[in-house]
């Protein structure tokens, strides 16, 4: 049963911090996406990737927000500083080549304290 | 104004009730159009796909109209597994699969 994997699944820890989200999208998927999920907000999308360039990072703060995608295999989302302003869920998904439906992993939970 | 709009909720009803959810978008380029249903704490999935025509999918009937830019989603027969939250999601013309997803109608059926 293919499925989205995020590492760490919960994740506490002091403004200031650098924080490293992982991401491993589905087998042969070449697209892979990262948003972020809070209650006043819902689900925003931050950037996202097609065979590992990226397409649109629009949504993501630059200045303190990262996303790359250094194998086919691995996505990460880093945050350097961290700020309790991005205390939310970080989900990550992917989409193959011929489909519409994005496929989410089960989220990191971010608290920035 | 948001790009996707759905009614607030939450929709507290009971098993067996007939629901209906409606969503519309602001993006007349937008090209595909779905329905994802979140648990809490859980991650989005994909409910439905809507397609012109309406589409039925067991007790969920979805339906989209392109000139009101207007999309729909029936549950007939609630049950309590319904209960969750769900998002109108519509993808945009020429962006790479970027879907906008709405803020999310929750609904909770009881016993």
């Known amino acids: 049963d293919a499925r989205v994997t995020q590492t760490p699944r919960h994740k506490v820890t002091e403004m200031g911090q650098e924080v490293t989200m992982r991401c491993q999208p589905i087998?042969?998927?070449?697209?892979v996406f990262w948003y972020r999920q809070t209650m006043m907000q819902g689900l925003e999308l931050l950037a996202y990737f097609r065979n590992r360039a990226p397409l649109d990072d629009s949504g993501m703060p630059k200045d303190r927000f990262s996303a790359e995608m250094p194998d086919a295999t691995l996505a990460t989302l880093k945050i350097q500083p961290s700020e309790p302003r991005d205390s939310a869920v970080y989900f990550c998904?992917?989409?193959?080549?011929?489909?519409?439906?994005?496929?989410f992993g089960p989220g990191t939970r971010l608290t920035v304290l | 104004r948001k790009e996707v709009e759905q009614d607030p909720g939450p929709f507290n009803v009971p098993e067996g009730a007939t629901v209906a959810f409606n969503c519309t978008y602001s993006?007349?380029?937008?090209?595909?159009f779905f329905w994802y249903r979140q648990d809490c704490r859980k991650e989005p999935k994909l409910l439905m796909s809507?397609?012109?025509s309406g589409n039925e999918d067991g007790r969920f009937t979805a339906q989209l109209n392109r000139a009101s830019q207007y999309i729909s989603l029936l549950i007939r027969d609630s049950k309590l597994s319904d209960s969750a939250t769900y998002l109108c999601v519509v993808k945009i013309y020429n962006q790479g699969g970027k879907l906008i997803f709405g803020q999310g109608t929750e609904l909770s059926v009881k016993p």
């Open positions: 993006n007349s380029a937008s090209q595909s």
């Open positions: 998904a992917s989409a193959g080549l011929v489909t519409d439906t994005q496929y």
């Open positions: 087998l042969g998927h070449n697209t």
């Open positions: 809507v397609y012109s």
